[in-house]
């Protein structure tokens, strides 16, 4: 016996309402535009559904507006979130067969032609795990334009179209959250730009309301005052909401606040910071801007990385390398070894020249590729290749360091050679304390000379002076 169906209210973001949900759907709007100046689209892009399951959900609609033949496949899967609020369907196979069993879709597969416009029809069957109180999913669908020749039928490159399902079982449970970051950093020169993450820690997606955003001066007067940007967060994932400021602040130490009401949590977070000019952060920013490796078999890959602080404030440099082999130009996804190397805070502006030392290199061509960072954030990564050279024996490593540095090797023999020389001359000083030999008791007279020609086994000590 069939369910009853019974009834449910949806809220559709339809086509017309795209803009106002980009941040919702970036990346997968409900209009893909094609080469012919038409338009392949999904409506609705996005559907929020409250009911009790099995309920047949709106309809969705596939419409072709291009000159062109599609083979249309849809793909059921559930839905993922990013930190700027992009919804993207998993890519596991358990999220996808999941999903399957939680929404039937008729058709998954058909042709349009140009103008045309198909119709799917679904229907929300479950919940899976039983307990939970919502479903995400995502309509996956892939359009292959069918172009036809003389030799038969080409394949041209797939269009990807996401559409979101947020479905909810009515229940007095409200979503919850917390704030999991507030950060400031220089978005660009004289533009500050405050960040506040939000957690959905509950078991439904919400949006933030009563979201402000202020800033006050060292006196707590309110010198800024800004609204966060909607969008819903859907639970488990974690949500950037960003604010930026352009208003000119001076130099000084300020107080930002963020307040904002989640679900059933209210929530506020403030933190301190200090602008070294107007509108200027002593921000961390350090650069890779040169890397040069090298190494011969049997030995370490040496290198060298020029690090540089290109931002207003000190910064550690905490440096992590790899080493890699590379094969038909590509190297392999395994490091062969890796290493950290840790420095001191760096002051604006300032260079350093980093040497290191990772792995044991054999034959071919290797890749070392270092990351620098701070600690908490990495900046930028650098590649040096190289082709490591044959492996040098002792007595050939003491001869490349002679030919090498010959001329310092002569000047240190030289000076070497002076200074023995200078040292048998004091020690043969007629009279000198110490000398072999050569000691004069008070009143005496020694031979000069004598403290050279007496050197010998147990000779030449010097006598203690009696008194």
């Known amino acids: 016996m069939r369910p009853r169906r019974r009834p449910i209210t949806t809220l559709v973001t339809t086509a017309a309402l795209l803009a106002a949900v980009a941040a919702d759907t970036a990346g997968q709007g409900v209009e893909v535009p094609q080469s012919d100046g038409g338009l392949l689209g999904v409506a609705p892009a996005r559907e929020d ?46 999220d996808r067969v999941r999903a399957e069993k939680m ?10 032609g140009p103008g045309e416009q198909r119709v799917i029809v679904s229907e929300w069957r479950r919940v899976i795990p039983q307990r ?67 957690r959905n820690t509950g078991k439904v997606h919400a949006e933030p309301t009563d979201a402000s955003f202020r800033i006050l001066d060292s006196r707590r007067r309110e010198v800024f005052r800004s609204r966060l940007p ?25 107080r930002a606040v963020t307040r904002l009401t989640f679900g059933r949590s209210k929530l506020t977070r403030s933190r301190r910071f200090t602008l070294t000019g107007p509108n200027l952060l002593p921000t961390r920013e350090l650069e890779i801007t040169a890397l040069e490796a090298s190494g011969e078999e049997k030995g370490p890959a040496k290198a060298v990385a020029t690090v540089e602080n290109t931002g207003t404030a000190d910064a550690p440099i905490v ?68 082709v490591s050279d044959a492996h040098r024996s002792l007595p050939t490593r003491a001869k490349d360091l002679v030919v090498d540095n010959g001329a310092v090797l002569a000047i240190i023999a030289a000076f070497l050679i002076a200074l023995g020389g200078r040292h048998r001359l004091a020690r043969c000083r007629p009279g000198a304390i110490g000398d072999r030999g050569g000691y004069a008791p008070p009143g005496g007279r020694a031979r000069a000379g004598a403290g050279c020609a007496r050197a010998g086994p147990g000779r ?8």
Request: proline content about 7%; glycine content about 8%.
């Open 49 to 94: 559904a409250v009911g009790t399951p099995p309920v047949p959900l709106s309809a969705t609609k596939v419409f072709n507006s291009t000159q062109t033949t599609y083979r249309v496949e849809i793909e059921l899967s559930t839905l993922v979130q990013d930190r700027s609020g992009s919804l993207e369907a998993s890519k596991y196979a358990r």
């Open 103 to 112: 929404l039937s879709i008729t058709p998954d597969g058909f042709l349009i």
């Open 319 to 386: 440096l992590k390398a790899e080493l890699l082999r590379v094969v038909d130009g590509l190297p392999d996804a395994k490091p062969l070894a890796t290493k950290t190397v840790e420095r001191d805070g760096s002051q604006p502006g300032s260079v350093q020249q980093i040497e290191f030392e990772l792995g044991e290199l054999g034959s071919g061509t290797f890749r070392v590729l270092a990351a620098v960072g701070d600690g908490r954030r990495r900046y930028n990564k650098f590649a040096a290749d190289f």
């Open 460 to 467: 030449g000590r010097t006598p203690r002076a009696r008194y």
């Open 132 to 198: 939970a109180r919502a479903a995400f999913i995502a309509f996956v669908v892939r359009a292959v334009p069918q172009v036809e020749q003389s030799d038969g039928i080409v394949i041209a490159p797939t269009a990807r179209i996401i559409a979101a399902r947020l479905l909810r079982i009515p229940s007095p449970d409200k979503a919850r959250g917390r704030i999991v970051g507030f950060t400031a950093r220089q978005a660009e020169e004289r533009v500050l730009q405050f960040t506040t993450s939000v």
């Open 230 to 254: 909607d969008g819903v967060v859907l639970p488990r994932f974690v949500r950037d909401f960003p604010i930026t400021v352009r208003k000119r602040l001076p130099a000084g130490d300020y």
